[in-house]
């Protein structure tokens, strides 16, 4: 059964989000329709990540098992075709590995956060960045971002119902700089927890004001209090950017190892059942 890689982009303003719900529209559930009709068949796609309600992407990653070996164009050309009219495009497709999974062979994802720095209310960008009317200092923002950068616990910028084991992530990369009206936020970690991004730009949009100083961004993040973080930038200028994958070899040896352990668990739950 091939299995194909998928690299989409959508925008995020008619969804409740990447994963399939019954509470609304999902890019999941569009993909899947798309599948469904090209292949006659009931698929079920991964993805390397659940965005939220109106978060975009130009570079999620998700992958699908298809029973048919098709050839990547046809495939990328068929979805395109059934996810119409929705917002959603597959911009490549790739035939993978057997140890490939969109998510768990995952080793970085990258988002960047849009600001729409100007007086005038927007047209063109409404839902597509956020607006920002008072003058931001880029320069003093991307100081500031520096302090994110390593291993540390983000408990003042998650959402307090996220749901990851740990507060404590690295975050490799985040870079502050401006192109024209707009303010452009980047950062990059092997994974995020819920709100991560949001929270931290919406501080930094305090720190552009003039409102907050480096200090005050050094005291939210060891507060480890959600309390102590600034407002939340909205979904509206948040997109995935790019997700970074581990080579074939060592999926295909983290395969190897996971079918190892599972024949044990499963031949001790033999032994337990015969006993």
Same mark, same amino acid.
């Given at each position: 059964?091939?299995?194909?890689?998928?690299?989409?982009?959508?925008?995020?303003?008619? /969804?409740?989000?990447?994963?399939?719900? $019954?509470?609304?529209?999902?890019?999941? $559930?569009?993909?899947?329709?798309?599948?469904?009709?090209?292949?006659?068949?009931?698929?079920?796609?991964?993805?390397?990540?659940?965005?939220?309600?109106?978060?975009?992407?130009?570079?999620?990653?998700?992958?699908?098992?298809? =029973?048919?070996?098709?050839?990547?164009?046809?495939?990328?050309?068929?979805?395109? /075709?059934?996810?119409?009219?929705?917002?959603?495009?597959?911009?490549?497709?790739?035939?993978?590995?057997?140890?490939?999974?969109?998510?768990?062979?995952?080793?970085?994802?990258?988002?960047?956060?849009?600001?729409?720095?100007? !007086?005038?209310?927007?047209?063109?960008?409404?839902?597509?960045?956020?607006?920002?009317?008072?003058?931001?200092?880029?320069?003093?923002?991307?100081?500031?971002?520096?302090? /994110?950068?390593?291993?540390?616990?983000?408990?003042?910028?998650?959402?307090?119902?996220?749901?990851?084991?740990?507060?404590?992530?690295?975050?490799?990369?985040?870079?502050?700089?401006?192109?024209?009206?707009?303010?452009?936020?980047?950062?990059?970690?092997?994974? /995020? =927890?819920?709100?991560?991004?949001?929270?931290?730009?919406?501080? !930094?949009?305090?720190?552009?004001?003039?409102?907050?100083?480096?200090?005050?961004?050094?005291?939210?993040?060891?507060?480890?209090?959600?309390? $102590?973080?600034?407002?939340?930038?909205?979904?509206?200028? =948040?997109? !995935?950017?790019?997700?970074?994958?581990?080579?074939?070899?060592?999926? =295909?040896?983290?395969?190897?190892?996971?079918?190892?352990?599972? $024949?044990?668990?499963?031949?001790?739950?033999?032994?337990?059942?015969?006993?």
């Amino acid at each position: 059964m091939p299995r194909y890689k998928l690299t989409v982009e959508y925008d995020g303003r008619p /969804f409740c989000g990447w994963q399939r719900q $019954a509470n609304g529209p999902s890019v999941q $559930a569009v993909i899947e329709r798309a599948l469904k009709a090209f292949t006659g068949e009931e698929i079920t796609i991964g993805g390397a990540g659940r965005t939220d309600t109106g978060v975009h992407a130009t570079g999620q990653v998700a992958h699908a098992d298809l =029973l048919k070996d098709w050839a990547s164009e046809t495939v990328m050309g068929a979805l395109n /075709f059934h996810c119409q009219p929705d917002p959603v495009v597959i911009l490549n497709v790739e035939k993978m590995h057997e140890g490939f999974d969109s998510r768990f062979s995952a080793i970085r994802r990258a988002y960047q956060y849009r600001i729409h720095n100007r !007086l005038q209310p927007l047209t063109h960008h409404r839902g597509l960045a956020w607006h920002v009317k008072y003058n931001l200092d880029e320069k003093a923002m991307h100081e500031a971002a520096q302090e /994110f950068i390593g291993h540390h616990d983000f408990t003042t910028f998650r959402h307090s119902r996220c749901q990851a084991k740990s507060p404590m992530k690295t975050l490799e990369a985040f870079n502050v700089r401006r192109e024209g009206e707009f303010v452009i936020a980047e950062c990059e970690s092997r994974s /995020f =927890l819920h709100n991560q991004v949001r929270s931290m730009v919406g501080s !930094l949009r305090l720190v552009g004001e003039g409102k907050w100083g480096l200090g005050d961004i050094t005291r939210a993040l060891a507060a480890k209090d959600r309390r $102590a973080c600034g407002p939340v930038a909205p979904a509206d200028g =948040l997109y !995935l950017t790019r997700v970074d994958y581990r080579s074939a070899r060592n999926d =295909l040896e983290a395969l190897a190892d996971w079918k190892a352990r599972k $024949a044990e668990l499963d031949e001790a739950e033999n032994e337990r059942a015969k006993g």
